[in-house]
């Protein structure tokens, strides 16, 4: 099984402020990446996929890159909207897809 | 628009059985695989299984193989879970989500929609 680890588990950061999430995979993936956000009480949101495909309507401060094994969320300039708990996905393994523990971001 | 919607949750004791059912709507269902995930109260995302748009492609995580089953029907764009002996640590909200292709392999789709969940509890 392919596992994700995520970091860091939580985050204090400020409106404005440039923030970085790594997911990093026990094997190559292929870019075969998914970030999702979720506000508490509410379904998952689709962010990017590709590693770094933006979902349409998805807010153009959010970026995704990496290769191999290793890749990163990027939010540009936090808004306040932005404040919840990323998840990386990886799909590259098609008989057990796995998310990383989750990132919680929080308001300094 | 996408619509997904759970239902089937709710209390039940540790061994029993309980079947979820997500209506979708807004989409060619039968195109479409789709996926259950599940999160523990407080916890983060598991992925618990996965149907081609046919049905005839299942996936399992280990946690639930042997004891869950997934399923579908086209005819009624109604996706099903099927959950015998249940467990304490079965016990989450279940999301459906959609997937981005017929059949999924290699990396080849990701979810892109998701219904906004059904608790299960499992508890005497």
């Known amino acids: 099984d392919i596992q994700m680890t995520q970091s860091p588990s939580s985050l204090s950061a400020s409106v404005g402020d440039r923030v970085t999430i790594t997911c990093r995979a026990s094997?190559?993936?292929?870019?075969?990446l998914a970030w999702y956000q979720q506000k508490p009480g509410k379904a998952p949101k689709l962010l990017l996929y590709?590693?770094?495909r933006l979902e349409s309507g998805v807010p153009s401060r959010f970026s995704g890159s990496g290769s191999g094994t290793d890749y990163t969320l990027t939010i540009s300039s936090l808004q306040p909207e932005d404040f919840a708990t990323y998840y990386c996905?990886?799909?590259?393994?098609?008989?057990?897809?796995?998310f990383g523990q989750g990132t919680k971001l929080e308001i300094k | 628009e996408v619509q997904l919607l759970e239902s089937g949750g709710g209390l039940v004791q540790p061994g029993g059985s309980l079947r979820l059912s997500c209506a979708a709507s807004?989409?060619?269902?039968?195109?479409?695989?789709m996926s259950w995930v599940r999160q523990a109260p407080g916890k983060g995302l598991e992925w618990v299984s996965a149907i081609s748009g046919s049905g005839g492609s299942t996936y399992y995580a280990d946690s639930v193989k042997g004891r869950f089953t997934i399923s579908r029907d086209n005819s009624k764009n109604t996706l099903y879970l099927q959950m015998n002996s249940l467990r304490a640590e079965d016990t989450a909200v279940y999301y459906c989500?959609?997937?981005?292709?017929?059949?999924?392999?290699?990396?080849?789709?990701?979810?892109?929609?998701w219904g906004q969940g059904t608790l299960v509890t499992v508890s005497s």
């Open positions: 989500a959609k997937d981005t292709a017929f059949y999924c392999s290699g990396g080849s789709c990701y979810s892109d929609y």
């Open positions: 094997q190559g993936i292929s870019n075969s």
């Open positions: 996905q990886q799909y590259y393994s098609t008989l057990m897809y796995t």
């Open positions: 807004g989409f060619t269902f039968s195109s479409y695989a």
């Open positions: 590709a590693a770094s």
